[in-house]
């Protein structure tokens, strides 16, 4: 397999925040799909880049959504060469996620020459799923729903995995305002956010449940003026992940609840922020198309569940049936030494092709 093409936009910087870089990576995806007999659906952005969904011709029959996303986690200058050796590739993308882009783009051109036009499969691309989605999270799940199932191709598991079910997430922040006074003369006039923050910390900490999947981690925490004053005001940013909707909604309940309790007389708390993505849950729906992926490809594939979050979360969300990592095995994502395997892609081009076909002649 030639990755010249593919290596055309791995060396486009695409960061979240460089809206030119995901534009022009875009653009590039735009004319490959034009190719195809693609109409490019632009949702124009003013701070990031233009969400892309890519409308082929709808026929009666299922409707099946190919989903990715455009940017990167690496800024202008960090990271930016594409190289390979005999069985990776390297570079900012290769596995995270324009090599899975490219694997759903090479699996259409396989189906658009064996049969001549491609029906009732469309693909979205979104623009900033590396900074939580949290302006395409809407689109997508809008688009979603429209659709009889959708494929994800972020990257394959180490024995090309397709992932069955991701942890949702939420983030949340608690901000208190107490009252300060001087740590020696007026101790007892000041009212202590950074005590109150501690104590909700320790509260916090304490909904997770190992057994359950569920953990509660407060990942940063601030307050004070200096050690000579009594703190009048803390903060704290609360992550929480969880593998089911009960546990969302008991840890979600207690969030409030601690924020709206008085741990020290005088310090009151306020609460915002929310859920980030739900959780990817495995469903009868989801098995039953899984069941009929593995019918036509003559093989069961290997299956998986991840703590991390993807667009599949929202996808999932939905309704539809969802499954993810079908782009090509990799490591190292997030990191100058993200690579992928030059095999992974060819087994998956093959897979896809094959799945899309179904769809393509239903």
Known sequence: MDFKELASVIE????????????????????????????????????MGDHLHFKSEHTEGRKLLLLGHLDTVFPVNTFTDFHE??????????????????VALSALRQIHHQQGQIKNIDMLLVSDEETGSDDSKYLTAELAQHYDACLVFEAAGENNEVVIARKGVGTLFIELEGKAAHAGNKYTEGCNANLAAAKMLIALTELTDLEAGTTVNVGKMSGGIGANTISPKASLTIEFRFTCAPERDRVMKAIQSIAQEVWVEGVSASLSGGLQRDVMESTESQQALLSEIEGLLGYALPTEKRGGVSDANTASATGTPTLDGFGPFGDGDHTIHERASKASFEQRIQEVSTILSQFNAA
């Open 85 to 102: 050796d005999q069985y990776w590739i390297y570079g900012p993308g290769v596995c995270d996620m324009k090599g899975g882009n490219h």
């Open 12 to 47: 486009i910087n695409s960061h979240t925040k460089n809206k030119p870089g995901v534009d022009q990576v875009g653009q590039v995806f735009s004319e490959w799909m034009e190719a195809l007999g693609y109409h490019v659906e632009r949702h124009e952005r003013k701070e």
